[in-house]
């Protein structure tokens, strides 16, 4: 049972554009959702959290949104960048328990 | 320089046999965690501990067995009982998650190859 789900295993957008990483989720316990940024052979890399309670939360050209009645998250990435073509995970916690869930990844390609 | 320290980053064993991974963090972290990624798959949590001498299993701990007797260590056996061993595993550790500063930090990974 995928509790956090990236339904787009790929995306590819255009230097300069906005990128757009989608998240859905199950359960509504989820307290912290968290973004990640991974290279191949490499750890994932923290780039931004957002608690259940907001609705957005901004840093540099990073922007997550919650839509807590959809159970959906978005990332967005403005400008986009060559260096930021990786693979994107979103991972969801519960302020209960320390157990930190991951999606599977989308993988974002931005063309020069 | 704090981190969290994977070793090794390659490991090769025979099959049947027990191996164990080395996870080291001086961040002075409560949590940590181990997760699995397969090829072209997400990280699938195997077991995660919040504090010394406590840990839980997670979606994925058949096969697998931890410790963790110091708060800078959380090695991970992987036992002849795992049926499909090899893959890329992952070690992280975390701040009290249950704050506004929570984010769980990497190690670099150690690809585990059995044959």
């Known amino acids: 049972d995928q509790q956090v789900k990236q339904n787009s295993p790929s995306l590819s957008v255009q230097e300069g554009r906005i990128s757009i990483l989608n998240c859905d989720y199950t359960?509504?316990?989820?307290?912290?959702f968290l973004w990640y940024k991974k290279y191949p052979a490499e750890g994932p890399t923290f780039l931004i959290s957002?608690?259940?309670?907001?609705d957005k939360n901004e840093d540099g050209r990073f922007t997550v949104f919650l839509n807590k009645s959809a159970k959906h998250l978005s990332l967005h990435i403005v400008p986009s960048q060559p260096g930021d073509s990786a693979v994107y995970f979103c991972?969801?916690?519960?302020?209960?328990?320390?157990?930190?869930?991951f999606g599977s990844g989308t993988r974002l390609l931005v063309r020069p | 320089d704090g981190g969290i320290t994977q070793s090794p980053k390659y490991l090769f064993r025979k099959e049947g046999q027990n191996v164990t991974l080395s996870c080291e963090q001086n961040?002075?972290?409560?949590?940590m965690y181990w997760y699995r990624q397969d090829p072209g798959q997400g990280l699938r949590l195997i077991y995660y501990?919040?504090?010394?001498?406590?840990?839980q299993k997670g979606d994925i701990a058949e096969g697998y067995s931890v410790s963790r007797e110091k708060k800078e260590s959380f090695p991970l056996t992987v036992t002849s009982a795992q049926k499909n061993p090899t893959a890329f595993y992952l070690c992280a550790s975390s701040i009290d998650p249950r704050g506004p500063r929570v984010a769980a930090f990497f190690g670099q990974g150690t690809r585990l190859t059995v044959v």
């Open positions: 957002i608690s259940s309670i907001k």
């Open positions: 961040l002075n972290h409560d949590a």
């Open positions: 991972a969801a916690l519960m302020d209960s328990s320390y157990k930190l869930i």
């Open positions: 501990s919040q504090i010394v001498n406590d840990f």
């Open positions: 359960n509504s316990m989820f307290d912290y």
